[in-house]
């Protein structure tokens, strides 16, 4: 019998992300392109299916046995329904997985992006071997997925993780979850933007303005670039984001006590500008034991940790890991 492989799909509100997985967590083959939500459910749907045809196409001599899809919402595993969705409007209390299982001959199985990424980055990522860990993805905005005993924990009704929406300023930015403050208002990668525009008129910020061509081509990889060569705004942005991560990463050791806390998502990628900050901060606020036994590290598998999280959600729904 041919060996086995899986697809892994990462549904994100700006990118779609397919790619053929190993059972040991090789990427054999992998496609990004643009999600386009605002064409509509059906187009993207449609996306989706096609992707998944094309990369199987690609894979010569070995048998595709499931497929897993990470969705960026609060989504019921077993049904595979989206229950609240900011990034993909339009599709509450959608059946995702009945849509799409329709049209497909393999298993389908359906998690939340971040828990996905939590799953990837424990098989064969910054986690691998850690039994009790959390990942948290600072991107647009702020994802996060809780395993203990080496088990994802899901919470009584799917919402368990959502780090992002523990509120670290009580009267802070109005949050889309319907709250104020929470931690995705500020240690996201819009969150930045957002707080370099709010200081557009202060005389520091100008060398940002300046090389962004003024406030609307502001982005949080300029903030970024700038703050490596050491311009004092945007390195106060970071410190500013930094404290906000402290915080929330110090509520999340005093209540888990877990081993390891792993940063990924798009804005990781600037973590030597926040992260060394963001752990002292943390360290002022949590308890000193589960603070200073906690490892805090940058995710590991980078942009095809969504892919590699979904296959894992595939190659567990069919028993093969
Ligand atoms: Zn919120």
Redesign the pocket.
């Known amino acids: 019998m041919p060996l086995q492989y899986v697809i892994g799909v990462d549904l994100g509100g700006t990118n779609l992300k397919v790619g053929a997985v190993s059972t040991k967590g090789e990427v054999l083959s992998s496609a990004e392109m643009p999600s386009d939500v605002k064409d509509g459910r059906p187009a993207l749907l449609k996306k989706i299916l096609n992707a998944i045809e094309e990369t199987r196409h690609k894979i010569k001599g070995k048998r595709l046995s499931g497929i897993g899809l990470g969705v960026p919402g609060i989504i019921a595993p077993e049904t595979g329904t989206v229950i609240q969705s900011p990034n993909l409007t339009g599709w509450v209390n959608f059946n995702i997985k009945n849509a799409l299982a329709d049209k497909l001959a393999w298993p389908l199985y359906i998690e939340n992006d971040a828990n996905a990424f939590a799953l990837g980055e424990g098989w064969v990522g910054a986690a691998a071997g850690i039994r009790n860990f959390c990942c948290l993805t600072l991107g647009t905005g702020v994802g996060g997925g809780i395993v203990l005993n080496g088990n994802l924990w899901h919470g009584v009704d799917g919402y368990a993780g959502e780090v992002g929406?523990v509120v670290v300023e009580p009267d802070g930015v109005p949050?889309?979850?319907g709250?104020w403050g929470?931690l995705?208002r500020y240690v996201s990668a819009s969150a930045l933007v957002r707080m370099a525009r709010e200081g557009k008129d202060d005389k520091s910020a100008a060398p940002l303005l300046k090389s962004c061509g003024g406030v609307d081509g502001l982005s949080a990889k300029a903030i970024a670039e700038l703050a490596r060569q050491g311009d004092l705004f945007c390195i106060g942005l970071f410190m500013r984001l930094a404290r906000y991560l402290g915080i929330g990463m110090a509520g999340v050791i005093n209540l888990l006590n877990i081993e390891m806390l792993v940063i990924g998502g798009g804005l990781s990628k600037a973590s030597d500008l926040f992260l060394a900050s963001a752990r002292e901060e943390m360290l002022k606020r949590s308890f000193k034991v589960p603070g200073h036994g906690v490892k805090v590290v940058p995710a590991k598998l980078g942009d095809n940790g969504g892919i590699i999280g979904a296959a894992y959600v595939a190659l567990k729904g069919i028993g093969a890991i």
């Open positions: 929406h949050c889309a979850c709250s929470c995705e």
